[in-house]
């Protein structure tokens, strides 16, 4: 009977501890990732030129994103990274629509 106790107990306790483990939140290290990628895209397409607006607020995302990775506060920074990849894909093709004869 104490053999399957202690059998519970640990099965127990291992459950408790996966299920902390998958409630911890990650650091966002892909939303990151592309959220540079993107911008750099957009740079590639011109959006320096064409939609400036655009493409600092999203380096201003990606700057908010870094703060909060920082300070360990990985939600608000994968929300922030999210923001810069789609502010950064919006100024790339606004770059694209803005410039005059269609190439980068």
């Given amino acids: ?7 519970l107990l640990l099965g127990s306790a291992l459950f408790a ?18 959220a540079r990628q993107a ?3 957009a740079r590639e397409a011109g959006a320096e030129a064409h939609a400036a607006a655009e493409l600092l607020a999203a380096e201003q995302y990606l700057q908010s994103a870094q703060d909060k990775l920082n300070a360990e506060k990985y939600a608000e920074a994968r929300r922030d990274a999210l923001q810069a990849k789609s502010k950064a894909q919006a100024a790339r093709k606004l770059s694209e629509i803005n410039q005059p004869d269609g190439s980068n």
Avoid at 1 to 7: A, C, E, G, Y
Avoid at 17 to 34: G, I, R
Wanted: proline fraction near 4%.
């Fill in 17 to 34: 501890t996966l299920l902390l483990a998958s409630a911890c939140e990650t650091a966002p290290v892909q939303e990151m990732s592309d």
């Fill in 1 to 7: 009977m104490s053999t399957l106790r202690s059998k």
């Fill in 39 to 41: 911008i750099a895209v």
